[in-house]
């Protein structure tokens, strides 16, 4: 019995009409016969169905771009085209790894998990980050929209989205929803990496409508709480599930002359776009600014002229990290060895006697509002006068603040 077989192929742009006649009897094994297209084969299986596979051996060469410092293991001949100068911001976290290892860097302790990383580990888990959205098909200069809040999860993705050679477009949750569409569209961005199961799904019904969205990365939180409507089709990872793709993938990198045979190596320069920032749209839509990396760069060599902090130093982190001077204060104390403690408005009392930081990085109104609060306390305790020479350690109990909303 004759079978005629029609097949219309796609690979790698081509399209082709092929149509088949055989019989299942005259092929007592299997056979194989190529069109006239590169890379391209058929192979017929006998049997009682009929079975034709397609195989394409074109491989598209895969463009790498590199953050040379932090990636210098994995490039070609052992790093031999970089120097120990850092060229792009992902640069500082190979350095710091090398003096401070062991030490603490991060602290995040109202978070599920809690989760405390030293320097170590803080670079292995951007390293990781980073290869696994290369793995689900991030490409240099694409733009990924990160709208989290504070966390050393929303650190390592914004490390990992630069040390790709992507952009990311930074936002926190407090923004409207049809804010954070205008800036993902605006930016052009193609994913969206996002803080917990809760704030995506306020985003889901506009976004799902209005963007073009490729994937979802979830920080926190557990993807079954993702409303089903709004992801159906769409991939979706988790941050663990990012990690260990990534950790897999550089595993086989490294470890695989064929895995780098098909890459084609390149430099991150320092004038390439690191980060785009949006204005808080107080004078109509928000307007992105764009940051190389040697525009943040000149930020963390140079603060060492204001900030003289050393190695076991404690900040306490409050403002929003995408906040270009929050963040910018952050690259530079990991540069120098110090320990970041995520805190809010609403556990800043406590956090200043628990963990008695040297630095809080903060905005004027934050100060204000801290002086008029122990100049009131102090009065009322007849201790105006001490309190003028005290520390602020001796008074920080007293404050209490009701919300958040009291900064912003």
């Known amino acids: 019995m004759a079978t005629l077989l029609s097949l219309t192929s796609s690979f790698d742009n081509y399209n082709y009409p092929l149509h088949c006649l055989f019989s299942r009897s005259k092929f007592p094994c299997p056979i194989t016969f190529s069109p006239k297209l ?4 058929f192979r ?21 771009r590199c953050s040379p410092l932090l990636e210098e293991t994995s490039l070609p001949c052992n790093g031999a085209l970089v120097s120990d100068e850092w060229k792009v911001v992902p640069d500082i976290w190979r350095s710091s790894a090398e003096k401070f290892g062991d030490r603490v860097a991060v602290v995040d302790p ?9 320097y170590k580990q ?35 993705a914004d490390q990992g989205i630069m040390a790709t050679g992507a952009v990311n477009v930074v936002r926190g949750s407090r923004s409207a929803v049809e804010e954070l569409l205008h800036i993902y569209n605006h930016s052009e961005s193609v994913g969206l990496v996002v803080d917990n199961p809760d704030f995506f799904n306020n985003l889901a019904g506009t976004f799902c409508s209005k963007a073009t969205v490729r994937f979802i990365v979830l920080l926190w939180g557990d993807k079954s709480c993702l409303a089903g409507d709004a992801t159906q089709g769409l991939p979706v990872f988790s941050y ?23 890459c084609k190596y390149e430099i991150i320069d320092s004038e390439d776009i690191a980060t ?11 307007k992105g600014v764009m940051l190389t990396h040697k525009n943040l760069l000149h930020q963390i060599e140079n603060l060492w002229d204001v900030v003289p902090t050393k190695a076991g130093d404690r900040f306490l982190s409050m403002l929003p990290s ?17 320990e970041q403690v995520y805190t809010t408005v609403r556990n800043l009392k406590d956090d200043l006697k628990n963990y008695q930081p040297q630095y809080l990085i903060s905005v004027p109104l934050v100060y204000e509002t801290l002086y008029r609060l122990f100049i009131f306390v102090a009065a009322n305790l007849g201790q105006l006068d ?13 404050l209490n603040w009701d919300s958040e909303a009291d900064f912003y």
């Open 322 to 338: 995408w906040h270009a001077y929050e963040r910018a204060c952050e690259y530079f104390i990991f540069t120098g060895g110090a």
């Open 240 to 262: 663990k599930e990012i990690i260990e793709l990534g950790r897999e993938s550089r595993a086989a990198h490294i470890n695989s002359h064929d895995a780098r045979k098909g």
């Open 44 to 64: 017929f299986s006998p049997g009682s169905k009929s079975r034709v596979f397609c195989e394409s051996k074109t491989k598209e060469e895969q463009i790498r």
């Open 386 to 398: 001490s309190f003028k020479h005290s520390h602020l350690k001796g008074t920080q109990t007293m």
């Open 276 to 286: 785009i920032v949006y204005t808080s749209g107080t004078t109509g839509n928000p």
């Open 110 to 118: 109202y978070h599920d998990p809690p989760s405390t990383m030293t």
């Open 122 to 156: 803080l670079e292995q888990e951007i390293l990781d980050f980073s290869e696994g959205l290369r793995v689900i098909g991030v490409k240099p200069e694409e733009k990924i929209a990160l709208f989290a809040d504070n966390s050393c999860r929303w650190l390592v």
């Open 38 to 41: 590169p890379g391209i084969r």
